[in-house]
C-alpha cells in the first residue's frame, strides 16, 4: 500500500523521524501537533489560542493529503492544565461542533517546551 506524507519543516522531523500526518489508503494520521510556528510558541499562556492554531495545522495537513476535518474521527488533546479544559474544549466544538468526531483530553505533566499548553492527535479516514 502507498504512503503519502505531510512534513513541516520543522527541525525535529528528520532528528526523531517523523512527519506531521501519512495517508495509508483510506486512512490519515496526523502526529501530535503543537502551537509551534517557526521555533516559536503561538499563544502563550493561552490554550484557546493553541488549540485553534493547532487544529488549523491539522486541517492543512489533511487537505494536503486529501481530507477534510469531516472525515476526522478521533482526537486526542493533552494538556497540561486540565483546569483549562473549556477552553480547549471551546476551540475543539468551533472546528468539530458538527463533525462530533469521538475525542478524548487528559493531562500530562509538560509538553516538550514549557510555554506548549496543548498537543492534539488526529485521526480521519475517507472513502477510497
Not at 7 to 26: K, Q
Not at 55 to 71: F, H, P, R, V, Y
Not at 77 to 100: L, N, Y
Request: aromatic share 8%.
Amino acid at each position: 500500500m502507498s504512503r503519502q506524507q505531510v512534513f513541516t519543516g520543522s527541525p525535529w522531523e528528520p532528528l526523531v523521524g517523523y512527519c506531521r500526518a501519512i495517508r495509508v489508503g483510506n486512512r490519515i494520521e496526523v502526529a501530535g501537533t503543537t502551537a509551534m510556528q517557526d521555533g516559536v510558541v503561538v499563544g502563550a499562556g493561552d490554550p484557546y489560542v493553541q488549540t485553534r492554531f493547532i487544529l488549523e495545522t491539522i486541517e492543512k495537513a489533511l487537505k494536503e493529503l486529501g481530507a477534510d476535518l469531516t472525515d476526522v474521527v478521533r482526537t486526542r488533546m493533552f494538556v497540561t492544565d486540565i483546569s483549562k479544559w473549556e477552553e480547549v474544549g471551546k476551540a475543539h466544538g468551533e472546528f468539530f461542533g458538527q463533525i462530533q468526531p469521538v475525542a478524548t483530553m487528559v493531562e500530562v505533566s509538560a509538553l516538550i517546551d514549557p510555554l506548549l499548553m496543548v498537543e492534539i492527535e488526529a485521526e480521519a479516514i475517507i472513502e477510497s
